[in-house]
């Protein structure tokens, strides 16, 4: 939601009864399909949302990003319970407040991790279980709920939009009956993405209108089909698409072609969306605060490529493989990264040292190729293999790659290399081998391929 479609809509519906929305767990997933990641929102009334899920941004902008969030947003954003928490029925809230000032205060959230993203053939299914704020007409003037992902190399640059792209899943503004599905890509003014529109589609919710129940928002990004598409559901309707072949490739390559997104769930009072359709500036002196964004879940899937549902706790090998997740190691340390998307990578990596990942599911067709994420500040001559092996650290050696001096320690190439055939669930041994006794590589994120 860093920018806008102006198009005016039909008035607002009258207001509905507010819905409970009892919390639902998080459905299991489809026959062939794995989750990659969920949160359900359970936890006692007035918590703060999981940290190792979420990150809570506060203030009017991000140090050294655009002010007002870049939309024009009037509300400061805040890590108070009165904002953002948990309601102790399975629900995340998300309430916009106005003080005796008038100053309004509201909440964004971001997920700690920033490697969504479908594997080669495979289709990621990105989904909320959202109820918009019941709040309609003159009273729902200036609300904008939001449930979308920005790509990886917006965190920490902030100046790279529109190109690293952006997927609105569900916007709402002024309380209509309405959802938004918005593609943002390539360059601002202009550009393919019609920019600061976006290229988008709106519909009435199914039954129950936006506001007064909840319903399912869904984005699916496919990369089993050619061209590859772009998907927006609501209640499991299609109701927007845009496939690869009506964007130039640079464009494409350049939202697609990095590490991955992140998912942001917001409430933002005021700026260019809910102000271009209302015709005049928002909120005003009708809209009232307290109405709150109401998220059951959101969960991430992924395609698995074949009919089997893969073990219950397993990995997709598939799926991009934090370094840090490891269930064991040897020998390495755990340091900040400054590599695209941040957290955590794996370091001081040297001879016979390893690290140990359960349950990694590669399904029925083989997985022959590894790609590792790599940075090496190594001296001259000092270099090292990094190996797959699968059940023991001192197992067969089903490939490897040969690693030196990369530019610096946080200097980050993506390397591939060939493996045998690898099918089934299995535990991954990524295993060091230097001539050396030197440190000689650190390791970000891994993945596997057909």
């Given at each position: ?14 207001a ?31 918590a703060?949302?999981?940290s190792?899920?979420w990150?809570i941004?506060?203030g ?16 400061r ?14 629900n ?22 920033t ?6 053939g ?29 790509g ?5 640059n ?5 190109a ?7 916007e ?6 309405s959802?938004w ?18 290229l ?14 909840m319903?399912t ?40 072609g ?29 809209t ?5 964004l109401?998220?059951d ?31 064991a ?8 990264t400054?590599?695209?998307g ?10 016979g ?39 023991s ?5 089903l ?7 990369t ?44």
């Amino acid at each position: 939601m860093l920018a806008v479609a102006t198009a005016v809509l039909p008035a607002a519906v009258a207001a509905a009864a507010l819905s409970p929305g009892a919390g639902a767990s998080v459905p299991p997933p489809p026959d062939g399909w794995s989750l990659v990641w969920s949160d359900d929102f359970n936890g006692s009334a007035g918590a703060l949302p999981s940290s190792a899920n979420w990150i809570i941004d506060t203030g009017h902008a991000y140090p050294g990003g655009p002010g007002n969030w870049g939309t024009g947003e009037i509300q400061r954003y805040t890590a108070d319970p009165a904002n953002v928490s948990l309601d102790g029925a399975g629900n995340l809230r998300i309430t916009p407040l106005r003080s005796s000032s008038g100053e309004w205060t509201s909440a964004r959230i971001e997920t700690q991790r920033t490697d969504f993203k479908p594997a080669d053939g495979r289709v990621l299914r990105i989904e909320g279980r959202i109820q918009m704020p019941n709040v309609t007409g003159n009273q729902a003037l200036g609300y904008w709920p939001a449930f979308w992902a920005l790509g990886s190399p917006y965190r920490g640059n902030y100046q790279n939009w529109p190109a690293i792209g952006e997927f609105d899943i569900m916007e709402n503004v002024n309380g209509i009956n309405s959802v938004w599905g918005v593609l943002h890509c390539g360059t601002n003014p202009g550009g393919a993405c019609n920019e600061t529109s976006g290229l988008g589609a709106s519909r009435a919710c199914p039954g129950s209108s936006c506001q007064s129940a909840m319903h399912t928002y869904r984005f699916e990004w496919d990369r089993s089909v050619s061209p590859n598409q772009l998907r927006w559901y609501v209640d499991g309707q299609q109701f927007h698409s845009i496939a690869q072949n009506q964007l130039d490739a640079t464009t494409w390559a350049n939202m697609t072609g990095h590490n991955g997104y992140f998912l942001l769930l917001n409430l933002a009072m005021g700026g260019a969306f809910p102000n271009g359709v209302a015709g005049q500036g928002t909120p005003t002196a009708d809209t009232v605060p307290g109405r709150p964004l109401v998220v059951d879940y959101v969960a991430v899937w992924q395609s698995g490529g074949s009919s089997t549902p893969p073990p219950s706790g397993s990995v997709d090998a598939r799926s991009t493989i934090q370094a840090e997740s490891r269930q064991a190691e040897s020998g390495t340390q755990l340091e900040t990264t400054t590599d695209s998307g941040g957290g955590q990578d794996v370091g001081y990596i040297g001879n016979g040292d390893w690290l140990r990942y359960d349950g990694i599911d590669f399904g029925g067709t083989p997985a022959t190729q590894f790609k590792a994420r790599v940075a090496s500040g190594a001296a001259s001559g000092i270099s090292g293999l990094v190996q797959v092996r699968l059940d023991s650290p001192t197992g067969q050696v089903l490939g490897s790659m040969s690693v030196g001096n990369t530019g610096g320690w946080q200097s980050w190439q993506t390397v591939p290399a060939n493996i045998s055939g690898v099918t089934g669930t299995h535990t991954v041994y990524i295993t060091f081998s230097s001539g050396q006794p030197a440190d000689f590589v650190n390791l970000n994120w891994f993945t596997f391929s057909s």
